[in-house]
């Protein structure tokens, strides 16, 4: 079997090579001899001009009939036997000039489609001469060129500056900066440090740095990438057989016509005139150039399509069914709020967490000790620490037994801030890790699935598209998925499903509509292969899944589905438009040359600038559609990471103002005095900078490019109104500061105030996230990894404030 398919790729390729040579060659002899003939009907002897007319005529006749028999021996005919005809025809009744005219035409629109492919599929071709042959493998001392096929799982590979990754790995040694373009279609280049994910196919664009293979050639991203460029446009699209179709009755009516021309007039030479203006064999290759453009732009923007019936048919999707986990949500976890018992800081919750979760592989030990590398918290390490599935883990830590996992109690057994906590997890569909020192429940670390910032704007995009119904299935709670369901504003939503049931779902739905699937799971595979359109996010889905999709993601940005989408529709009108807005144009000319007032050479000439002109439109779908996408300035986009890593350093301050308004509600002594006084440190020393800065650096920014300040009117409104809370709780702790204390007139303002500015930063962070962050080429980074690197809005690190300290009581 591998030595047939390796004999059927020879033999495409020597035929592709045959045409490659014949296409020019013909383009030239046939202009050759139209222009030598025309030099001698100028100096009066026109039996030489016939001569090469003729011969002109005979070169395009000869491979127009291969054209046509190898059509019929695929039981297709074409409207290359309208080519045929029409050359016989000129032949037949000595118009030779039109015959020379025909074959001119029939081999510029060869030529023409031919440079027209070669040009829309050059980013696929791109992709195969990408791939590396060898690698640089470090044994010891000694570094080796070996080949690709011999790197395996575990070996330390060298990759130089400008060499291309080889196989999918971790960083080891040096710092990597990389040229992701050939996977993400985006220019900005990344930075990677040790023990960070690089993909095979990437560029270095720095220095030289080391990696361990994670996986070997064969597996890693950039050959199943390959592979799926290799069968890209392997099967024709819907769209190209419908151009057949059209050409099913095109050819009866066009020989009926030129039957009833000859009929009415007498006149052979009208016959041939409607023949030869009915010749539209560059006409219909339009549609397969619009098709196999939009797979090209496609690859440009991280989109590999199989093939262009998969195009199309996601050109008239209706229906999405889409999975949860890891493509409308971020895929892993990340901490949503700390809670703390009384006497007790969240910063030291979490510290002691982290410090015991270091020795956990659980998916939420890892976000938890993410968490406190963000916020520069100092972890000690754990003894005799052990971790019981199902449970969680327990040690000590500092001296002190620590737990971190289940409580073991009821609901109604927990104190009153645990109940609080219980119910916050509840209502947000966030997972709980309870926190004990000591036998004594201390803290609790709320942890969620947190939905992509590109999300919202995704699904609108796709609505305006085309899609009318919007469905979610997903393994999980119902809890989290009808949460993600509500700020999506999807149509539907199912939780725990199982393969089976999302089979089921997909195969419901394709009974109604042209549906596509979007997973990244191995259980998102049999769903995948059921729809439509089965859509994998490969960048970091698995090879089933990708197998078992029409098309693959390549970054790991879900706006990329509606990039996909919009390009599919786009490049589908365009092949419509091209194939029947031609023959609307070849069937006026038809009808002219029925009447008389066309004749064999003007419409030869009429015919080609009609075939030239429908092609150079298919090829509009190459071009960025208008308005489809903000290109942001590198400043900007500098901008957008600086204020991304910004709201995740300022995310602690928002925890911390909801902490001191439930607080007040029971203590408005002395500590809850000391605590407002903390965040009015934390509103003046960290969030408002932040804010201005925003204000007067990033929002002009983004207007110029957005077309004005009505882009960035609704959030200044929001900045006026965070400054406006922040004034109003500073003059409540100066008349409390007055009279020594909270006074009781003050509580239910001070209470709402610091309840609303929560409310209101939680909101507009969400707004600024969706509305401009998502527009960055590369996605700004949820964490920093560094929490030296976070800055405030003048530019200097804040000094970290502890969040306020609970005194006893519920």
């Known amino acids: 079997m591998e030595h047939a398919r390796i004999r059927g790729r020879s033999g495409r390729k020597q035929t592709a090579r045959a045409r490659r040579l014949l296409e020019p060659a013909l383009l030239a002899a046939t202009a050759a001899a139209l222009l030598v003939g025309g030099i001698f009907w100028l100096v009066g002897d026109r039996t030489v001009a016939d001569t090469f007319w003729v011969a002109g005529t005979a070169l395009a006749l000869v491979p127009a009939i291969g054209w046509v028999v190898a059509a019929l021996r695929k039981r297709r005919a074409g409207v290359d036997l309208i080519a045929v005809l029409a050359l016989g025809g000129t032949l037949a009744v000595g118009e030779y000039l039109a015959g020379a005219l025909i074959a001119l035409m029939l081999a510029t629109g060869r030529a023409l489609d031919a440079a027209a492919e070669r040009r829309a599929s050059h980013d696929l071709r791109a992709l195969l001469e990408h791939a590396p042959r060898s690698a640089h493998r470090r044994r010891g001392q000694t570094v080796s060129v070996v080949a690709l096929a011999d790197v395996a799982v575990g070996d330390t590979i060298v990759v130089g500056s400008g060499e291309v990754v080889p196989v999918d790995g971790r960083v080891t040694a040096g710092a990597a900066l990389l040229d992701e373009s050939v996977l993400t279609g985006e220019s900005a280049q990344v930075e990677r440090g040790t023990a960070d994910v690089v993909r095979s196919g990437v560029v270095n664009a720095g220095g030289v740095f080391e990696l361990e293979a994670s996986a070997t050639a064969e597996e890693s991203t950039y050959a199943e990438i390959v592979r799926l460029a290799e069968h890209a446009g392997a099967e024709r699209a819907p769209t190209v057989r419908l151009a057949e179709r059209y050409a099913a009755w095109f050819l009866p009516l066009s020989l009926g016509m030129a039957g009833l021309a000859w009929a009415v007039s007498g006149s052979a030479v009208r016959a041939v005139a409607v023949l030869v203006v009915a010749t539209p064999c560059p006409l219909l290759l339009a549609a397969p150039v619009a098709i196999v453009s939009g797979l090209s732009t496609a690859a440009r923007r991280g989109v590999i399509v199989r093939d262009g019936g998969a195009l199309e048919r ?337 995310r602690d301050t928002l925890d911390a103002i909801r902490e001191a308004a439930g607080l007040i509600s029971t203590d408005q002594g002395p500590q809850a005095l000391r605590t407002l006084h903390q965040i009015d440190r934390l509103l003046t020393e960290r969030l408002l900078p932040h804010e201005h800065a925003e204000e007067q650096q990033l929002y002009p920014a983004l207007s110029r490019q957005l077309g004005g300040p009505a882009h960035t009117e609704t959030m200044s409104r929001a900045h006026t109104e965070i400054d406006r809370l922040a004034r109003r709780i500073a003059t409540h702790l100066q008349l409390a500061d007055e009279s020594g204390s909270l006074r009781p007139e003050q509580l239910d303002d001070l209470r709402a105030c610091l309840y609303g500015l929560h409310t209101v930063l939680r909101l507009h962070f969400s707004q600024e996230e969706e509305s401009y962050f998502s527009l960055s080429a590369s996605p700004p980074a949820l964490e920093s990894k560094n929490p030296n690197l976070t800055r405030t809005g003048d530019g200097r690190r804040p000094a970290r404030l502890d969040p306020p300290r609970h005194r006893d009581g519920d």
């Open 314 to 650: 996601l050109g008239r999707a209706r229906t999405l069914v889409i999975d949860k986990t890891g493509t409308l949500t971020a895929g892993r976890p990340r901490v949503l709020e700390v809670a703390a018992a009384p006497g007790r800081t969240t910063s030291e919750v979490l510290r002691l967490a982290a410090s015991l979760d270091q020795i956990s592989v659980h998916i939420l030990a890892e976000a938890i000790v993410r968490e406190a590398g963000v916020r520069g918290l100092t972890l000690s390490m754990p003894d005799r620490a052990d971790e019981e599935a199902g449970r969680g883990t327990a040690g000590t830590v500092d001296g002190h037994r620590v737990t971190v996992g289940k409580t073991g109690l009821a609901s109604q057994d927990l104190p009153g801030w645990a109940r609080a906590v219980d119910n916050r997890a509840l209502l947000d569909g966030a997972a709980v890790a309870w926190l004990t020192v000591d036998d004594a429940l201390a803290g609790a670390v709320l942890l969620q699935d947190p939905l992509r910032h590109d999300a919202p704007r995704t699904v609108r995009r796709l609505r305006t598209a085309g899609l009318t119904r919007l469905l979610m299935l997903t393994g999980d709670r119902a809890e989290p998925a009808l949460e993600v369901g509500a700020v999506l504003g999807l149509d539907d939503v199912r939780s725990g499903q199982l393969p089976a049931d999302k089979v089921a779902a997909v195969r419901e739905e394709c009974a109604h509509a042209v549906t596509i699937m979007v997973g990244d799971g191995v259980n998102d595979a049999p769903a995948l292969a059921t729809a439509d359109i089965g859509v994998a996010m490969g960048a970091r889905g698995s090879t089933a899944t990708s197998e078992a999709a029409d098309i693959v993601l390549t970054t790991d940005r879900v706006d990329r589905l509606a990039d996909a989408m919009e390009i599919a529709v786009r490049a589908r009108r365009i092949a419509v438009q091209s194939a029947v807005g031609g023959m609307v144009m070849s069937l006026a000319a038809m009808a002219a040359a029925l009447m008389g007032w066309l004749r064999p050479a003007p419409g030869a000439l009429l015919q080609e600038a009609i075939d030239t002109a429908v092609i150079l439109n298919a090829l509009r779908a190459l071009l960025p559609a208008r308005g489809t996408r903000v290109a942001l300035e590198p400043d900007t986009e500098t901008l957008i990471h600086r204020f991304a890593t910004e709201h995740e350093d300022l």
